[in-house]
Antibody
Framework: QVQLQESGPGLVKPSQTLSLTCTVS??????????WSWIRQPPGKGLEWIGY???????HYNPSRRSRLTLSVDTSKNQMFLKLSSVTAADTAVYYC????????????WGQGTLVTVSS | QSALTQPASVSGSPGQSITISCTGT?????????VSWYQQHPGKAPKLVIY???ERPSGISNRFSGSKSGNTASLTISGLQTEDEADYYC??????????FGGGTKLTVL
């Protein structure tokens, strides 16, 4: 059973960089059948797809977030990483990592999510 | 791209059927049969209930079904149960490797 676990600071100051880690267990992040994705959900609001990365390091970002977003992967540790720069209060959200199937573009496994609050 | 359009809320009684619509454009739902639906209970991560418009993942009740007509996809839940009360989100492939979610629908089981 694949499991994903997000980790990182729960509080980030405005203008700083938000950094999160997603650790994958029960499966290999190097499996060519999957992308690894981030999705966020502001409190009381809907889901927003942020971007995804392939084990090779190839990335694709939501066009509205591309300028501030960097995704990376460490296959040796079975981890992927998110960095979002110049954050504002609008970036306050629960951040989920999820596995995205290449063939059918469905998010079939999700982490439990981690709340990141942007505040001074 | 703007979010896909879903009704803010729907409701039904136990045993009844409800349908949640998800309206996009000819650039996303209308062009691709890559629509998925997610169920989210309060404080929990979303859970996949439908993919490829109408396919059910293993372990998902056959009370959940999906369809598409033109630019609109739909999720139908038959034989409503109290545990179906949750938020539901649609998601579509939008071309150029992009994905887009709907705004979400709150299902209340009366």
């Amino acid at each position: 059973q694949v499991q994903l676990q997000e980790s990182g600071p729960g509080l980030v100051k405005p203008s700083q960089t938000l950094s999160l880690t997603c650790t994958v267990s029960g499966g290999s992040i190097s499996n060519s059948d999957y992308y690894w994705s981030w999705i966020r959900q502001p409190p009381g609001k809907g889901l927003e797809w942020i971007g995804y990365i392939y084990y090779s390091g190839s990335t694709h970002y939501n066009p509205s977030r591309r300028s501030r977003l960097t995704l990376s992967v460490d296959t040796s540790k079975n981890q992927m990483f998110l960095k979002l720069s110049s954050v504002t209060a609008a970036d306050t959200a629960v951040y989920y990592c999820a596995r995205l199937t290449v063939a059918t573009m469905k998010f079939d496994y999700w982490g439990q999510g981690t709340l990141v609050t942007v505040s001074s | 791209q703007s979010a896909l359009t879903q009704p803010a809320s729907v409701s039904g009684s136990p045993g009844q059927s409800i349908t949640i619509s998800c309206t996009g454009t000819s650039s996303n739902i209308g062009r691709y049969n890559i629509v998925s639906w997610y169920q989210q209970h309060p404080g929990k991560a979303p859970k996949l209930v439908i993919y490829d418009v109408s396919e059910r993942p293993s372990g998902i009740s056959n009370r959940f079904s999906g369809s598409k007509s033109g630019n609109t996809a739909s999720l139908t839940i038959s034989g409503l149960q109290t545990e179906d009360e949750a938020d539901y989100y649609c998601c579509s492939y939008a071309g150029n490797s992009d994905l887009i979610f709907g705004g979400g629908t709150k299902l209340t089981v009366l």
